[in-house]
């Protein structure tokens, strides 16, 4: 049987390939995106957060400081939490963090970030409109909040560093905290409010509706596994349920999976995942959030969701692959109960999601280095719900020869050659 022909083939359904696969057909190009799950959002692009984070410009970095790395090695960190098994094989690429994790480096990344994340926003409201899903995007920003004079006066340092890019939050004390949040508990003294950024109650749902609106302007949704995708004559073909889709060009969007497919083709980068978990919780006693919480001092979110108040936790350091552990969750809980009004766990066991990482925390979006006709769209890490659509705009743009929305060059895979 003759392959199926497209002029593009996206590989992954999460958040950065569905965007991709978009931008891609809003080009006039024929797209197939292909998943092995029969649905889009089914990995990390379903359990996240649910922030558009307009204000995130400033990279998260690997401890330097030794007293925070000493804490962060014996897991008495609560930002972090490490699997010690796991240390052999992701060493190398944790070692690449560490180096990459400077205030020069800091700075570049801030740089390049905040181009991309300047229209982070306007990108989703686009699609979110189009989808008919403007009702899974929320106004009203969400809060940083700190429980202590020291982690007050760490959360304003960072503001100050913010500044540079325009990001300008509102400072809270515990009474105008309590009047934006007034069933968080009193552990939390003051904290400050980024205005700007959009939440969705359901990453999922967002993702699923821009899928939708993908297939319902054409464009082929199939299940495969990209693991198959081979060079044929000028083209690639990738096998698939109703058979062989071929097509001129291909885009390797599949999140914390990517590296395995770069590889195969002979990129090696430093690639790892933080991996990270959520449970939810009925809320005690009727009490609610309005928006997502972060506390500052502890390293996870609270977040109100269609399925409950969603707790995330931080990064886990382990392989792709290693079993999941309640280890993280259970260490922030009796955090988290102090602060908000958690109620019973809701879940029956924490769901995880990979953050697809790479050590200067950009992603790659552009041509793989001497493959033509293949492109690379991941490594999203803590934002690709964020980044999804505006990366997915870039990644079009360079692919169909246009002048691109932001300079690419901070975010080609050869950087690291
Ligand atoms: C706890 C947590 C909280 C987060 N909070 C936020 C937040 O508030 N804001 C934000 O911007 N970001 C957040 N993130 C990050 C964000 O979720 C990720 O960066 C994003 O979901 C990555 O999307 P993706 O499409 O690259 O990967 P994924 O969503 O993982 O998609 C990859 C796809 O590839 C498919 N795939 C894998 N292997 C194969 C194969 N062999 N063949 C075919 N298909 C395959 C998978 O099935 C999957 O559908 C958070 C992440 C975590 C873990």
């Known amino acids: ?54 204000e ?31 240390l052999p094989s992701i060493a190398p690429a944790l070692w690449r963090y ?21 229209a982070a926003i306007g990108e989703h409201a686009k699609l979110a409109e189009a989808a008919n899903a403007t009702q899974l995007l929320r106004r009203g920003g969400w809060i940083k909040v700190w429980r202590s ?9 960072e503001i100050r560093e913010l500044e540079a890019y325009g990001v300008d939050p509102k400072l809270l004390d515990r009474a105008t905290l309590r009047a934006l949040e007034p069933n968080l508990g009193l552990a939390a003294l003051g904290g400050a409010h980024f205005p700007e950024p959009l939440t969705t109650p359901d990453p999922q749902a967002l993702t699923r509706a821009y899928a939708a609106l ?39 969007a599949l999140g914390p999976w990517s590296d395995r497919l770069a590889r195969a083709f002979g990129l090696r980068l430093p690639f790892f995942v933080k991996r990270g978990y959520h449970m939810h919780y009925a809320p005690r006693e009727g009490a609610g959030l309005t928006r997502p919480v972060l506390d500052s001092e502890k390293g996870y979110v609270v977040a109100p969701t269609a399925r409950g108040l969603r707790l995330t936790t931080g990064a886990e350091f382990a392989r792709i692959d290693d079993p999941p552990s309640s280890a993280h969750l259970d260490r922030l809980e009796p955090f988290a109960r102090k602060m908000f009004p958690l109620g019973e766990r809701k879940d029956a066991a924490p769901w995880m999601g990979r953050r697809p990482c790479l050590p200067d925390m950009r992603p790659v979006i552009g041509p793989f280095p001497g493959r033509p006709g293949l492109w690379l769209d991941f490594g999203h890490h803590h934002l690709g719900l964020t980044l999804g659509p505006v990366s997915g705009k870039l990644l079009a743009e360079m692919m169909c020869g246009e002048a691109p929305l932001v300079d690419p060059a901070p975010f080609r895979a050869d950087r690291f050659s």
């Open 214 to 252: 993908f297939v319902e302007r054409g464009g082929r949704m199939e299940i495969g596994d990209a693991l198959t995708l081979q060079s044929s004559g000028s083209g690639w073909t990738v096998a698939t349920q109703p058979g062989a889709i071929a097509a001129r060009h291909v885009v390797i």
């Open 98 to 118: 560490f180096r990459a994790s400077t205030d020069a480096g800091k700075r570049e990344t801030a740089r390049a970030m905040a181009s991309l994340i300047g």
């Open 149 to 157: 004079q020291r982690g007050k006066q760490s959360v304003l340092g």
């Open 1 to 54: 049987m003759a392959p199926i022909a497209v002029d593009v083939i996206v590989l992954g359904a999460g958040i950065v390939g569905v965007s991709a696969a978009l931008a891609l057909q809003a080009k006039g190009r024929s797209v197939a995106l292909v998943d092995r799950l029969g649905e889009a959002a089914g990995e990390t692009s379903f359990g996240n957060t649910g922030i558009i984070q307009s």
């Open 56 to 86: 995130a410009v400033l990279p998260y970095l690997f401890p330097r400081d030794p007293r925070e790395l000493a804490l962060a090695a014996i897991n008495r960190n609560p930002d972090a939490h490490v699997r010690y098994r796991a």
